[in-house]
């Protein structure tokens, strides 16, 4: 250990240095981890992530240092003259001759600083989608093996374990024993979640506790525990304290549950609720066949004491003499039906032959056409030593032009 000597012990004297050497292993030496209460003055963070700070009281000041690790695990925003508990060393900085406190853990002074980290983490999380309905998965309807995560000691164990054996005997619990409350807690409860997902050999978990206070309750408040929630594969009930305590991991769980109790109220199905739901089923199947087969035998006997059954016979005779009264009506009809074309088709055959050339032709006129076979239409359109031909009614005769054509 550093030991100052007196000028009557030294005929050289100290540099700075070395005093503020000395101090510094001084300190060192003594293992000066405090705790400490007190308010934010003069809070500055610097682009290294380290930040810097004066804490006070109403008598006094001392400096402060937060280095860059410590800052990661804030889960708060720090503001001057807020009042903050911090465990940390207290250190010499040599070079600037002035001792300071290294703060390796800083937390809000009380419960309303707390309820302040609460809806502060509340809110990052609600923004980075933790607690969205979409990512919540239903509950599996028959559990086989159901997971707890808490403590052995706890009477939330108990009522989970006796609310099973109520209820569904044949359930397998595994149980993992973690602290509940406490600085450890939370990482304990996150490694418990993820321990329990590489087990993979259940169903169901639930993670929780008793009641208590925010302090007491506060480790299913951090963010390691919500964030194993969330990325948990099986899914999870959350069953912090009492009816009214909410966490943040309720808010991540896929179901929050007032109790443990409660949690394992709906973990597990009620055998003798099963047991009465299976005996009505029965009793409506029962019922249904009953109905069904008193149907088939009363279709049975009305079938078998029909008309078709009873006389056969007379059924091919009447569908018989349907087919020939439906055979009359179709002849009579296609009789009617043809007389009416026929004379339809004379009618329109007088009026076409009427206006056909060649009864024109019939009554002594004739058509003269030219070598192209075109009908002549004008005397003009001849000239002496055309040849044309005069059609005829009964045939037709060439023709040759020799004297021009006058009007």
């Not at 056969?312 to 296609?334: C, F, T």
Request: overall charge neutral; charged content about 25%.
């Amino acid at each position: 250990m550093f030991n100052f000597h007196t000028p009557q012990q030294s005929e050289f004297p100290y540099t700075v240095s070395e005093i503020n050497a000395g101090i510094a292993q001084i300190l060192d030496e003594c293992n000066t981890l405090v705790w400490v209460e007190g308010e934010i003055s003069g809070f500055k963070s610097y682009p290294s992530g380290h930040c810097y700070f004066k804490l006070k009281d109403e008598q006094s000041t001392i400096p402060g240092v937060m280095w860059k690790s410590a800052v990661s695990q804030l889960n708060f925003d720090v503001k001057d003259n807020m009042a903050v508990l911090i465990i940390g060393s207290v250190r010499v900085y040599q070079k600037g001759g002035y001792y300071q406190l290294d703060v390796h853990r800083m937390m809000p002074a009380g419960v309303g600083a707390l309820h302040l980290a609460f809806e502060k983490l509340k809110e990052k999380l609600l923004k980075e989608g933790l607690f969205d309905a979409a990512h919540k998965r239903p509950l599996p309807r028959s559990v086989g093996t159901l997971g707890v995560i808490t403590s052995k000691n706890g009477a939330a164990l108990w009522d989970i374990v006796r609310v099973v054996a109520t209820r569904a005997p044949q359930t397998d619990i595994i149980i993992m024993d973690t602290a509940v409350q406490g600085e450890k807690a939370a990482p304990q409860i996150a490694k418990a979640i993820r321990e329990m997902n590489c087990f993979g050999q259940v169903d169901l978990m639930i993670v929780g506790r008793g009641g208590g206070s925010i302090e007491d309750l506060w480790a299913f408040n951090e963010e390691v525990v919500a964030r194993a929630v969330y990325d948990s594969q099986i899914p999870v009930i959350s069953a912090v304290g009492h009816e009214i305590d909410y966490t943040i991991a309720d808010f991540v769980a896929d179901v929050r549950a007032a109790t443990p109790s409660a949690a394992a109220q709906m973990a597990v199905p009620d055998c003798k609720e099963s047991d009465r739901f299976f005996q009505a089923c029965a009793r409506q199947l029962i019922n249904r066949f009953n109905d069904y087969f008193t149907d088939v035998c009363e279709n049975f006997d009305r079938i078998k004491s029909s008309k078709a059954l009873l006389k056969p016979i007379w059924l091919l005779q009447d569908a018989v003499q349907s087919y020939d009264d439906i055979e009359r009506r179709y002849s009579k009809n296609m009789k009617t039906v043809m007389s009416d074309n026929s004379k339809k088709l004379q009618a329109a055959a007088a009026r076409l032959n009427a206006l056909s050339p060649l009864a024109v032709l019939n009554r002594g006129y004739s058509v003269v056409q030219d070598s192209k076979g075109s009908a002549v239409k004008s005397a003009k359109a001849l000239k002496a030593g055309d040849n044309v031909k005069i059609r005829f009614s009964d045939g037709s005769a060439e023709a040759k032009i020799e004297f021009p054509i006058t009007a």
